[in-house]
């Protein structure tokens, strides 16, 4: 982060903005709207913005007694030579200072605000495109209404009887969740406080039926961020503890609750940093705590994740779960690197497996994976590349049948190495193709130069022969 993002109060305290224009009318009603006195200090001053309440008007050209008393400092003229000024001045009198338009002078930006007081959404890109933020605004007006600001009121009404009859934090935030997105907030939203302060009452009485630990299996996908479920954004919020494997991608993970507590259980081949004996025994033991556990596997949970055994266990010792389909990598992968698992020209069956078995060999159906007209997709595949290859021709297939390796797919990283069942084990002791990567088999891979529109920030490395 550039700047830390924070809210400051200004109720009461002296704010100068230095400018008499249009510009410098819009920041003095933003401090006004937040309680401030505004001085305001130029050699032209509109009428408009000096006959504001609570502005003292100063017909002048800026100097260093200005900043006398003030506890923050607005500089919105077009004459760059007094913004560097009143920046150099204020920052020398450790002066929080803004210069519109200009980041390189300012300790401080101005975001863009969404304002459901006592709720405040602010939105900025540190100076670099404030158009971008307030169109980013302008989505979220759309969807959180002017009424959500009765729903902050009526939260406020209640922190301290909540805060003193749930002791326990973790509880208590539960317990403002289920409020907060449940019976009570509608008959907020519909402007039905009284039925609403009654339910509210109701549940703080039954203290004891707040919801307790709960695991979320949540599919993260195969590696962008933009492509998790919404139902996956809106668990990730809610956990207090983020149990996380190493195909998740550091975005995906650092878009769960802040304040949760995050255990990263990944598995590579050959170095298991738990065994998935330990991991299921973990799960349980959270919830049991009363947690709320956020189970974070890469693409699907329930293929090739794993999920099946986690959820039996948690089903042995009765913890509630929930489990949030993700876009599996073969999915997901394949589009981003053009390659369509089907097509009615090249493939009219895909068939999944798994190129690394419980007991390390990839002892696997041949005769059924050989089949003409069919795109196998091969998960931990790399270290047998050599012996997938090689049993595919030896069952039947051709040798010049294309196939391709797709490292860490959907990232910005993303790289594809293509070629045939019997080039492509020596491109790859060539390119040297690192874990995560996904293998495609059949006909559609030769589709890839024409239908790719990913382009990561890595130039691909295409073979064939």
Excluded at 231 to 258: C, F
Aim: neutral net charge; aromatic residues 4%.
């Amino acid at each position: 982060m550039d700047y830390l993002p924070i809210f400051v109060s200004v109720k009461n305290k002296l704010c100068l903005v230095v400018g008499g224009g249009e510009v410098a009318k819009r920041k003095a009603g933003v401090l006004l709207g937040a309680g401030a006195r505004v001085r305001i200090v130029a050699p032209e001053i509109e009428p408009s913005l000096a006959d504001l309440p609570h502005v003292e008007a100063i017909v002048a050209r800026f100097e260093a007694q200005h900043l006398e008393g003030v506890t923050l400092v607005i500089a919105a003229t077009n004459n760059r030579a007094v913004n560097l000024q009143v920046s150099e001045l204020a920052q020398a009198r450790n002066i929080q200072v803004n210069v519109v338009d200009d980041p390189g002078l300012c300790s401080f930006i101005m975001p863009a605000i969404l304002d459901r007081s006592p709720l405040m959404v602010a939105f900025s890109s540190g100076g670099a495109s404030p158009v971008l933020t307030r169109m980013m605004r302008g989505k979220l007006e759309s969807i959180i209404p002017q009424s959500y600001s009765r729903l902050a009121a009526f939260a406020e009404r209640f922190r301290e009887l909540a805060k003193r009859r749930i002791t326990n934090p973790a509880k208590r935030r539960i317990f403002w969740e289920n409020a907060l997105e449940g019976v009570v907030a509608e008959k907020v939203l519909a402007g039905d406080e009284d039925s609403a302060e009654a339910m509210l009452q109701q549940m703080l009485e039954n203290e004891d039926n707040i919801r307790r630990g709960e695991v979320y299996l949540v599919g993260a996908g195969p590696g962008d961020p933009d492509l998790l479920t919404f139902r996956a954004l809106r668990l990730m919020q809610k956990a207090d503890v983020v149990v996380y494997d190493n195909l998740v991608s550091k975005p995906i993970v650092e878009m769960a609750r802040r304040e949760a507590q995050r255990i990263f259980v990944g598995k590579k081949r050959a170095d298991h940093t738990m065994r998935q004996e330990e991991i299921n025994e973990l799960l349980v033991r959270l919830a049991k705590e009363g947690k709320r556990v956020l189970r974070l596997k890469g693409g699907d949970p329930f293929i090739f994740g794993r999920g099946g055994e986690e959820i039996e266990t948690l089903a042995e010792h009765g913890i509630l779960f929930q489990v949030v389909p993700g876009i599996t990598a073969a999915s997901g992968v394949s589009a981003y690197a053009g390659i369509p698992l089907t097509h009615r020209d090249h493939a009219q069956s895909c068939i999944f497996v798994t190129g690394h078995l419980k007991d390390g060999s990839m002892n696997l159906d041949w005769d059924a994976l050989a089949r003409p007209k069919q795109t196998v997709v091969v998960y931990m595949g790399l270290h047998g590349l050599e012996i997938l290859c090689a049993e595919l021709i030896n069952h039947g297939l051709p040798d010049t049948t294309p196939i391709a390796i797709v490292q860490q797919g959907t990232t910005q990283n993303q790289r594809v190495i293509t070629g045939t069942l019997a080039t492509l084990p020596g491109i790859a002791q060539i390119e040297k193709p690192q874990a995560p990567t996904l293998i495609i088999v059949g006909g559609v891979v030769t589709l890839r130069k024409k239908l790719a529109w990913f382009k990561p920030k890595l130039s691909e490395k295409s073979v064939s022969e």
